[in-house]
Every structure is written in structure tokens, then in C-alpha cells.
Nanobody, 114 residues
Framework: QVQIVESGGGLVQPGGSLRLSCAAP????????MAWYRQAPGKQRELVAT???????NYADSVQGRFVISRDNAKNTVYLQMNSLKPEDTAVYYC????????WGQGTQVTVSS
């Protein structure tokens, strides 16, 4: 059973940065497209960024130019570098396999506040 574990969240001031990590052990991890999502209080989960097996990336308009998704196939890990954070980025962040989702992990809380 694939168990996804997100980490790296925390409290940060507006304009600050955080780097999230997602451990997603799975055979042939490298062939899977991966994605980061987030869910703010009272809102539906939304797609934030994706990275294909070929390292192509795509971002939601709201984070374009501020967030960077990357992956380390040797470690079965996906990262989300978040820069110039805004209060509206406050949410629980999750990762998952983009096209063949597995049970969701606990997520990691990101709070942007002064």
C-alpha cells in the first residue's frame, strides 16, 4: 500500500518561503506524473502544480512565477518550493499521483500570516 507523507509546512510571514516535501514510495515512481494540491478552510481541494515523468511542469495561475515543483526519482520524493507567499496561500497542502491517485496523506499545514 502506497503511503504518502507530506512535510515541511509551518507558519511564515507574507513574502516568506517554504519548501514542502512529499515522500510517495511506489515501484517505478519515475514513470508517474505527480501533483501538489491544497485545500483552504471552507474550500474545495484545488490543483496547485504538476510535474510529469518527463519533468514538464504546470502551475495554477495563482502560483505561477512563485512556486516551483520538482522531483527526485531516486528518493521517490516530490518537492514544492514556495516563494513570495501570500496570506491566500494558507491551506493544507497535499501531494498525490496525478493520474492514478492513491489514498491521500495527512497533508502539511501552511499558514501565511504576520
Amino acid at each position: 500500500q502506497v503511503q504518502i507523507v507530506e512535510s515541511g509546512g509551518g507558519l511564515v510571514q507574507p513574502g516568506g518561503s517554504l519548501r514542502l516535501s512529499c515522500a510517495a514510495p511506489r515501484s517505478y515512481f519515475r514513470i508517474y506524473d505527480m501533483a501538489w494540491y491544497r485545500q483552504a478552510p471552507g474550500k474545495q481541494r484545488e490543483l496547485v502544480a504538476t510535474i510529469t515523468s518527463g519533468q514538464r511542469t504546470n502551475y495554477a495561475d495563482s502560483v505561477q512565477g512563485r512556486f516551483v515543483i520538482s522531483r527526485d526519482n531516486a528518493k521517490n520524493t516530490v518537492y514544492l518550493q514556495m516563494n513570495s507567499l501570500k496570506p491566500e496561500d494558507t491551506a493544507v497542502y497535499y501531494c498525490n499521483f496525478a493520474k492514478t491517485p492513491r489514498p491521500w496523506g495527512q497533508g502539511t499545514q501552511v499558514t501565511v500570516s504576520s
